[in-house]
């Protein structure tokens, strides 16, 4: 084996040893992102369901908002929101 081909082989020993090193890196960082998306996701849920009880308490305001609303409407003879102003 030539100087030459010892070099060649050197390098792309040292190469394929780089791509795998950083292979590896890259993985191990998935895994501390996977790690961490575990660590937020009961945080995450707790927060939906926060959320979805407070949309349920606003939906009940505004079905009683709407009624009252509809209410007055009768009361005033307003039709389809016109209002008379004579």
Do not use: C, W
Not at 18 to 42: C, D, F, N, R, Y
Not at 57 to 64: F, G, N, T, W
Request: hydrophobic content about 35%; glycine content about 4%.
């Amino acid at each position: 084996m030539s100087q030459n081909d010892i070099v060649k082989e050197f390098n792309a020993y040292k190469q394929e040893l780089q791509g795998l090193a950083s292979k590896a890196g890259e993985l191990e960082m998935e895994i501390e992102e996977h790690k961490t998306v575990k660590e937020v996701l009961p945080a995450l849920e707790a927060n939906l369901e926060g959320i979805s009880k407070i949309i349920s308490v606003i939906m009940e305001q505004y079905k009683k908002k709407e009624t009252e609303f509809i209410e007055f409407q009768k009361k005033n003879k307003i039709r389809d929101g016109q209002i008379n102003q004579s």
